[in-house]
């Protein structure tokens, strides 16, 4: 099984509409990091996140990790065709070696 | 400024064939590196990471082996290619400090390996 599941796999929504992406652990999350993926491309860093609560924004994308640093969430707002792409949450679990959610595969349709 | 190169960027293999696939780092000193693999539905695995030359750490048992001959140099390799081996193959970095750290990642461009 996944230590981070991710939700929803896939998601397809139209151009300009808002949407939320989640990850989820059984353990507590010692440093969030959410990365994007062009199809066949390497990984883009997005954010990280540290501490209980924080939220962090970066142009129409705002990523928070819940108080009890158990599950995160990415937001996308007024979606647009360049957020198409995979987005792939990672944290340090154990060990202090990263490891990734399966991906949401997001398709933003005009 | 730091640039990671990886190739080839794909690559089409019979079964049975042995592989290499190269990585490596410029810019930057004593990288912590890592070999991951990304398969349809499964996210990312973590295959191999190293903290120093000659420092290997393997995540899961598997038909692939890791090698750094080289401060910046990362390579995965197998003798015999399997039908399972075929997926996204991913190399990336981070700061180094002589052990795993959880310092942000950078990838490389990847490699889609095909094996037939």
């Known amino acids: 099984s996944q230590e981070l599941e991710q939700s929803p796999q896939s998601l397809i929504v139209q151009e300009g509409k808002n949407l939320t992406i989640n990850c989820t652990s059984s353990?507590?999350?010692?440093?969030l990091y959410w990365y994007k993926q062009k199809y066949g491309e390497g990984l883009i860093f997005l954010m990280m996140?540290?501490?209980?609560?924080e939220e962090k924004s970066h142009e129409k994308i705002t990523a928070k990790l819940d108080e009890k640093k158990q599950q995160s969430s990415l937001h996308i707002t007024a979606s647009q065709p360049s957020h198409a792409g995979i987005y792939l949450c990672g944290a340090v679990l154990r060990a202090q070696k990263l490891v990734f959610g399966q991906g949401t595969r997001l398709t933003i349709n005009p | 400024s730091q640039t990671i190169h990886q190739w080839p960027a794909t690559l089409v293999q019979p079964v049975g064939s042995p592989l290499s696939l190269e990585c490596t780092v410029e810019g930057t000193s004593n990288p912590n590196l890592y070999w991951y693999r990304q398969a349809a539905g499964r996210g990312l695995q973590l295959l191999f990471y190293?903290?120093?030359?000659?420092?290997i750490s393997s995540e899961v048992p598997q038909n692939l082996s890791a090698s750094r001959p080289q401060d910046r140099q990362f390579i995965l390799s197998s003798k015999k290619l399997l039908l399972s081996d075929s997926g996204f193959y991913l190399c990336a970095w981070s700061v180094g400090r002589g052990k795993a750290t959880n310092e942000k990642l950078f990838f490389g461009s990847g490699t889609q390996l095909s094996v037939l």
């Open positions: 996140l540290q501490k209980g609560g």
């Open positions: 353990k507590t999350l010692y440093g």
């Open positions: 190293s903290v120093g030359i000659g420092q």
